[in-house]
């Protein structure tokens, strides 16, 4: 262990190997069709009433998640007056996600996944075959702001429409848990929305009695005080 922890400490490669192996890096895109129908129909009328806006995809792994957003907010018009800042602790994974490159068997799968969450056009028009890869499209990324951000010890760094922390604090014990929270709520602007995953919630945490819930089954919760 001594001889890692130098290894650590003074070779940046060894320590981003070792954040990988050690990290949770499973998403996929349009993920939870439920989740996504419910934003088209309940949160993208709220946001039309903004000029601008900012959205915090917190632990956004390899990007999935990224892109899903960002084509659910260009078929509703609205992609152009929007800022996405895409973090995660892993600059590995960071690189991948800005790359914007999938396995192309995963396509099928991903198609699915749109289809039920409310598509609007052909999964296809987003992306373009090469090899046995997809590559996105550049326009799905020209608004997107990718960024190495630790939920753990980093601070605030703006205020958001939108916090999506989805699928990442069921990886955390209750005490992270509580301070992660502190940072979403501190990152919102009141009335914003924060998005969590289907097995997290905010029972038990400091900032509770601070929302309400605007779509209790998918986890979206609104800001209040």
Same mark, same amino acid.
């Given at each position: 262990? !001594? $001889?890692?922890?130098?290894?650590?400490?003074?070779?940046? $490669?060894?320590?981003?190997?070792?954040?990988?192996?050690?990290?949770?890096?499973?998403?996929?895109?349009?993920?939870? &069709?439920?989740?996504?129908?419910?934003?088209?129909?309940?949160?993208? &009328?709220?946001?039309? *009433?903004? &000029?601008? %806006?900012? %959205?915090?995809?917190?632990?956004? /792994?390899?990007?999935?998640?990224?892109? /899903?957003?960002? %084509?659910?907010?260009?078929?509703?018009?609205?992609? @152009? #007056?929007?800022? %996405?800042?895409?973090?995660?602790?892993? +600059?590995?994974?960071?690189?991948?996600?800005? +790359?914007?490159?999938?396995?192309?068997?995963?396509? #099928? +799968?991903? *198609?699915?996944?749109?289809? =039920?969450? $409310? /598509?609007?056009?052909?999964?296809?028009?987003?992306?373009?075959?090469?090899?046995?890869?997809?590559?996105?499209?550049?326009?799905?990324?020209?608004?997107?702001?990718?960024?190495?951000?630790?939920?753990? *010890?980093?601070?605030?760094?703006?205020?958001?429409?939108?916090?999506?922390?989805?699928?990442?604090?069921?990886?955390?014990?209750? !005490?992270?848990?509580? #301070?992660?929270?502190?940072?979403?709520?501190?990152?919102?602007?009141?009335?914003?929305?924060?998005?969590? $995953?289907?097995?997290? /919630?905010?029972?038990?945490?400091?900032?509770? =009695?601070?929302? +309400?819930?605007?779509?209790? @089954?998918?986890?979206?919760?609104?800001?209040?005080?």
């Amino acid at each position: 262990m !001594s $001889g890692l922890q130098e290894k650590v400490l003074h070779d940046r $490669g060894c320590m981003e190997r070792l954040l990988l192996a050690l990290s949770v890096n499973v998403s996929a895109m349009f993920r939870d &069709p439920g989740f996504f129908c419910v934003f088209r129909e309940q949160v993208v &009328p709220w946001l039309r *009433t903004y &000029p601008f %806006i900012r %959205i915090w995809c917190a632990g956004c /792994s390899t990007g999935e998640e990224v892109y /899903s957003l960002a %084509i659910l907010l260009q078929e509703e018009g609205l992609y @152009d #007056r929007c800022r %996405i800042y895409a973090t995660d602790m892993n +600059e590995a994974v960071l690189r991948k996600a800005k +790359e914007g490159l999938f396995p192309l068997a995963l396509m #099928r +799968e991903y *198609t699915t996944n749109y289809v =039920k969450a $409310g /598509s609007l056009r052909s999964f296809s028009d987003y992306y373009a075959a090469a090899y046995d890869h997809a590559m996105f499209r550049p326009s799905l990324k020209k608004n997107v702001v990718f960024a190495q951000h630790n939920l753990v *010890t980093d601070g605030a760094f703006n205020q958001f429409n939108v916090i999506w922390c989805r699928n990442v604090l069921i990886y955390f014990n209750a !005490s992270l848990q509580a #301070r992660v929270h502190r940072l979403l709520y501190e990152s919102l602007i009141p009335f914003g929305l924060l998005c969590l $995953g289907r097995k997290e /919630s905010l029972r038990l945490t400091p900032h509770e =009695k601070d929302y +309400e819930a605007l779509a209790g @089954d998918e986890k979206i919760y609104r800001r209040m005080r």
